[in-house]
């Protein structure tokens, strides 16, 4: 018998007569590694008495089985209905010539050795019930321990350093493990049998509270002391999963805005973390498909419509959502369960930075916003923020993609099989990257903007991480058609120095190909007609695309209509002062200016349309919504994060009276054809804007008026071009989609017409966090379309 297995004690009794016996060899793909699989396939081995072995390899989990065929029916039936918690089976596969030379006595778990398995990399899960009752039970000698975890929960990407996943080979390789963590760790019926991060407090990662200058207090119960200092007011810098936290009491207004003016983050919304779903339920309405996105392992924020005013506004300036998550480690969950009301639980970063991971860096950089310091012992290796979903036109919209969902693979669809080496590199804002292997598709945990030093540091380090993690050499690039784009940079500096190819994709191609490739699309799937609103990427014909009908499959894609051109006044500025767009959609309709613009540089911009310095068009959604909103009183400086003019647009349209709603028409636009393709001119939209703000109409519904107009427009221009073209899906992208007025507004136009199929993102967000998959995805079909 091999010496790797570890027997069962499984009884001899009544075993069928050896010439009864088949052998079969079964092979498991998916997501098998490192979540209690070959454990789970043991114990069901051992209820029907078979006899065999399970191990990993590099295809995933093999068993091998000597059994009746009764047995293997019994067998299979409950190895597909009652998989781990962790676990996602994707292909069972069964090789019924397989022979054997062995004939086994038992049923043992082969023990991987190094090298063997090619690297399946899951994400950090939220805690389990189970571990929940070992660290709330006074009996338990896990009581209070703030680091329990176990096969069915816990960290695991954010604490890897590099493959096979096992202890060694993370951050926990300095805490030996005790005698009765070992024996948990060794037990293959145990919970805990090979759990990778398994501690308890006599052997594992310790909490330790500190002040600002890093001294630190010495109490008896460091949680109790932590909830102490945050009831009287205090800021504290804590320590979780992927990375620091700021947290506040989020009764406490005087806390919330010194955390505000101390971090520079003037509106933003601050995330919150409730005890229990309860909690939640005191100040927002939460659906059942909240609720369900709310306690799910990944325990993402999830946007929620607010029930009532009774947090600070200054938690969510201006907005009608709160962002909610429920503790998803058992540091969270012990400190909640001795608070009445939420936390402000924000990224521990100062402003544009990325989120900080170490002790020292967060005393350093955070000093001057945190007054207590919860830090622990257990490095964390891989930054993994917060991720951010919402639930609309009932589905999960994923907002940021990160703890909980990243990094994980999508299956491969038709057509895109053998072929590894493929590194697409995103693009610069919200970045991900996407590694192609001959099996699937692993988009990385959002990176976040590039345009920070961290961050970049931060993006180059897990391209080198995934690419040993996955044993992938790249052999390709893809990177988006901007060449300023810092990780389009990246991308031609290693093409160079490697010697490889490299493809420039079209951005706004690149979103329809992300949302095919999500939804299964083949590589040589039909014609869609992609429509991609955001805020600007660069074009074919080089100026800044944002508002696109494109006639699309993975291989190329014809421009069919787009918002008209209006120059982008101050380049990068107009994207941060909403006023110069909407300056810009004045002049470009010829509209009377009256007294918006007062007290602002207009002189400037003047002299800039009437000089020969050529100007940067665009045809940005992004932009409109921007200038829309400064019209309307929103934003009339400038915008302090991205988006928000456009996210308090929504919020004004959302407070509109809904019972008026049904005699709303929205306002009217114009479909002009020219040589190549049509153009929307959206002339009578401001007019009927001007005209409303004129009759005093209120805001609200003058902006839910253009959310509805916008909605119309878009299934209104599809039904015309469906007239001329071939294609009977509609793909939507683009992160003016994240706007959960305008996606619902949408999807019910659609859903009351046959004949055309809509697809959107779920699994990937809508915004530029999904352009990366797009890019590997056109990149393999172009090159098997026109030969390797």
């Not at 399970?54 to 299979?76: E, K, M, P, R, W």
Request: hydrophobic fraction near 40%; glycine fraction near 6%; proline fraction near 4%.
């Amino acid at each position: 018998m091999n010496p790797r297995l570890i027997k069962s004690q499984q009884t001899k009794k009544n075993k069928p007569n050896i010439k009864t016996l088949i052998s079969k060899k079964i092979t498991i793909t998916g997501a098998v590694q490192g979540v209690g699989f070959r454990p789970f396939v043991y114990k069901i081995a051992r209820q029907f008495n078979l006899v065999g072995e399970v191990y990993n390899d590099s295809a995933g989990v093999v068993v091998i089985v000597q059994c009746t065929q009764i047995q293997l029916d019994q067998f299979l039936s409950l190895l597909k209905s009652d998989v781990p918690m962790l676990a996602k089976i994707a292909n069972i596969n069964i090789e019924n010539d397989y022979q054997s030379n062995q004939f086994y006595d038992d049923f043992s778990i082969g023990q991987s050795s190094k090298g063997e398995i090619s690297a399946i990399v899951l994400p950090d899960a939220s805690i389990c019930k189970d571990c929940i009752a070992d660290i709330t039970d006074k009996n338990n000698r896990r009581y209070g321990y703030a680091f329990t975890n176990c096969t069915n929960c816990g960290p695991r990407f954010s604490i890897i350093k590099e493959i096979p996943y096992d202890r060694n080979s993370t951050s926990m390789s300095v805490f030996s493990m005790c005698e009765q963590c070992k024996k948990e760790y060794q037990n293959p019926v145990n919970r805990r049998f090979h759990a990778q991060p398994n501690a308890c407090a006599d052997c594992g990662p310790q909490l330790q509270l500190t002040d600002m200058h890093g001294n630190d207090i010495v109490v008896d119960n460091i949680i109790k002391e932590t909830v102490s200092l945050l009831k009287q007011g205090k800021i504290v810098a804590i320590k979780g999963i992927g990375g620091f936290h700021l947290a506040c009491l989020a009764s406490i207004e005087f806390a919330v805005v010194a955390l505000r003016e101390r971090k520079h983050r003037k509106h933003k919304p601050f995330a919150l973390m409730a005890k229990n779903l309860s909690m939640v339920k005191q100040y927002c309405f939460v659906s059942d498909q909240e609720e369900c996105l709310l306690t799910d392992k990944a325990s993402p924020i999830v946007l929620l419509n607010k029930a009532n005013d009774r947090l600070p506004d200054q938690i969510a300036p201006k907005q009608k959502n709160l962002g909610f998550m429920l503790p998803y480690s058992p540091l969270h969950y012990l400190l909640l369960q001795e608070l009445g009301e939420p936390l402000v639980l924000t990224s521990g970063n100062q402003s544009h930075n990325p989120q900080i991971i170490d002790n020292q860096h967060a005393l350093n950089e955070l000093e001057s916003i945190a007054d207590y310091f919860l830090m622990h012992n257990r490095d964390i290796v891989n930054r993994v923020d917060d991720s951010v979903v919402q639930y609309v036109a009932g589905d999960l919209r994923v907002i940021r993609r990160a703890r909980g969902y990243g990094p994980t693979s999508l299956s491969l669809p038709k057509g895109f099989s053998s072929h590894s080496g493929l590194l697409a590199v995103g693009a610069e804002l919200k970045n991900t990257f996407c590694l192609l292997t001959e099996s699937q598709a692993i988009v990385s945990q959002h990176i976040g903007d590039l345009k920070t030093l961290e961050s970049y540091q931060d993006f180059q380090n897990n391209i080198d991480l995934y690419q040993q993690l996955y044993s992938a050499k790249i052999k390709q690039l893809a990177c988006d058609l901007h060449p300023e784009y810092l990780s389009s940079k990246y991308a031609d500096n290693y093409a160079q120095t490697n010697n490889i190819k490299l493809e420039a994709i079209q951005h706004h191609h690149a979103h329809i190909a992300a949302c095919l490739f999500e939804h299964g699309g083949a590589i040589d799937s039909d014609k869609v007609l992609g429509v991609v609103w955001d805020g600007i990427g660069l074009g074919g014909d080089n100026s800044l695309w944002g508002g696109e009908f494109l006639l699309a499959d993975y291989v190329g894609f014809k421009r069919l209509a787009q918002f008209e051109y209006v120059p982008l006044l101050g380049g990068d500025k107009a994207a941060t002062q909403p006023w110069r767009m909407a300056y810009a959609y004045f002049k470009h309709y010829n509209l009377e200016l009256g007294d918006f613009f007062t007290n602002k540089p207009t002189q400037d911009l003047e002299a800039l349309l009437g000089s020969n310095i050529p100007l940067n068009l665009t045809s940005s959604v992004g932009r409109l919504f921007d200038a829309v909103a400064y019209v309307l009183g929103i934003c009339p400086k400038h915008i302090s994060y991205e988006a928000q003019a456009a996210i308090e647009l929504e919020s004004l349209a959302k407070s509109c009276c809904y019972d008026n709603n049904a005699k709303l028409e929205g306002y009217e636009f114009e479909l002009k054809t020219t040589s190549s393709h049509c153009q929307i001119d959206i002339k009578q939209i401001w007019l009927g804007i001007l005209l409303d703000l004129k009759n005093q109409v209120e805001c609200s519904i003058i902006a839910y008026k253009f959310h509805l107009c916008l909605a119309r427009l878009l299934f209104e221009i599809t039904q015309q071009l469906k007239q001329d073209y071939l294609f009977e899906t509609v793909v939507l992208s683009g992160g003016v989609f994240n706007n959960k007025l305008l996606l619902a507004l949408t999807c019910e136009l659609f859903n009351k017409i046959d004949g055309i199929t809509l697809l959107t993102p779920s699994q990937l967000p809508f915004g530029d966090g999904g352009i990366s998959l797009g890019q590997a995805a056109i990149c393999r079909a172009r090159e098997k379309k026109y030969g390797e």
